[in-house]
């Protein structure tokens, strides 16, 4: 049974930072893809915010380049470094995880939800003066 804890979530002023964990267990995969998602207020799906897989390839949402790290400890420990928050990061920010094939990021983009079939119950952050 796979079980994913997020955990690190909080209300911080703009430009100050917050980093974000995820332990995952059960994960028993070769190839993996591990993942941070959001879901901003008033909107009803998750966006991708960043992923990395196995090998250590990441990729990045255009508005968190430069500000967020995603970095992982093989496939049970999961960050998410977020610097220079800013007010519209403010949301519920999701760990996922998944097995990757060999499939992954072609006919979809890598941050997409569809290539992760497992996830946490959220951590919310909060971004305002």
């Known amino acids: 049974q796979v079980q994913l804890v997020e955990s690190g979530g909080g209300s911080v002023q703009p430009g100050r930072s917050l980093i974000l964990s995820c332990t995952a267990s059960?994960?028993?995969?070769?190839?993996?893809?591990l993942g941070w998602f959001r879901r901003i207020p008033g909107k009803e799906v998750e966006e991708g915010v960043a992923?990395?897989?196995?090998?250590?390839?990441s990729f990045y949402a255009d508005d968190v380049k430069g500000r967020f790290t995603i970095s992982h400890i093989n496939a049970n420990k999961v960050y998410l470094q977020m610097n220079s928050l800013k007010p519209e990061d403010t949301a519920s920010y999701y760990c996922?995880?998944?097995?990757?094939?060999?499939?992954?990021?072609?006919?979809?983009?890598?941050?997409?939800?569809?290539?992760?079939?497992?996830w946490g119950q959220g951590t919310q952050v909060t971004v305002s003066s």
């Open positions: 996922a995880a998944g097995y990757r094939s060999a499939a992954y990021g072609t006919y979809a983009s890598p941050l997409a939800p569809q290539w992760f079939g497992y």
């Open positions: 992923t990395i897989d196995e090998g250590d390839r």
């Open positions: 059960g994960l028993d995969f070769g190839t993996y893809v």
